[in-house]
């Protein structure tokens, strides 16, 4: 028997509505946000960045693809990484279904990492992904978007990430399960593991110029992790007690 709360077919329909009405709330206010942030002002981009991919060196303006949207996920895989970070790995595990309507919808998604080409594709090919993939090793791209941080900056406890500046060093002599976990997926230690972080940011292009109009980072991808939103749905929902989620070749008994 469960310990679950349970009751009639009209108890439910009772509570299911009054959720519904939550949701619906939710609903519309989502579409206010998405409103406001195509309301941002746009930042002109005034540096040459230049990605390497797997049909060559590339500028931020050939990312479009002759597109006027551009997305990047700032997947973390920095160049001391062995593999890429498992978290952001789940993530872009639902991004080829989304490139193509992307793509004719005036769209191109792209993932940049400051790992070199070699290993990013080497990894793509281990999970079987397509979606396009570029290397920002050596450039600025990654530490402009505040995705990548220096050995300086960690030092100093002044990481500027999410709008704000952070300390995510760890205490002297402190033990994190989830951390330890974390980076022996990736075969780092924490520093080296979390100068990178993950983020999206969107850019426009109109007369040959290239605006940078929205980054996200935290919480703020969220919505991007399709896992969640099925987990969320489910009757335990997300039901976390530590580091759970693995790649999606590792898991046992698939």
């Known amino acids: 028997m469960t310990d679950h709360k349970t009751g ?8 299911r509505l009054e959720l519904l009405n939550a949701e619906k709330a939710l609903t519309r206010r989502g579409d206010e946000l998405a409103r406001m942030r195509q309301e941002l002002p746009w930042v002109r981009i005034e540096k040459e960045y230049r990605f390497e991919t797997d049909e060559g060196t590339a500028s931020l303006t050939d990312l ?4 006027s949207q551009l997305l990047i996920y700032h997947f973390m895989f920095g160049p001391e990484y062995a593999a890429g970070c498992p978290s952001c790995s789940a993530i872009a595990d ?14 191109t998604l792209w993932a940049v990492s400051r790992a070199p080409l070699a ?45 704000r500046d952070v300390d995510l060093r760890m205490p002297e002599g402190q033990e994190n399960p989830f951390i330890t976990a974390l980076t022996a997926m990736v075969g780092t230690d924490w520093p080296t ?8 940011s969107a850019f426009a292009l109109e007369d040959g110029v290239v605006y940078h109009t929205y980054s996200a ?20 929902g997300r039901n976390e007690s530590g580091f759970w989620w693995r790649r999606h070749d590792e898991y046992d008994g698939q």
Do not use: C
Not at 94 to 107: I, W
């Open 119 to 163: 290993k990013l594709l080497a990894y793509k090919q281990r999970m079987g992904w397509s979606f396009p993939w570029a290397s920002s090793f050596g450039g600025d791209f990654n530490y402009d978007f505040h995705v990548s941080h220096t050995e300086e900056e960690w030092r100093s406890g002044a990481v500027e990430y999410n709008f």
């Open 217 to 236: 980072y935290e919480r703020g991808i969220d919505v991007l992790w399709s896992m969640y939103q099925w987990l969320d749905r489910a009757p335990r």
């Open 64 to 67: 479009f693809r002759g597109r």
């Open 193 to 200: 593991y979390r100068r990178e972080g993950p983020g999206v």
């Open 94 to 107: 639902g991004f080829d279904g989304s490139v193509v309507h992307l793509a004719n919808h005036d769209v």
């Open 8 to 15: 009639t077919r009209e108890e439910w329909l009772a509570a």
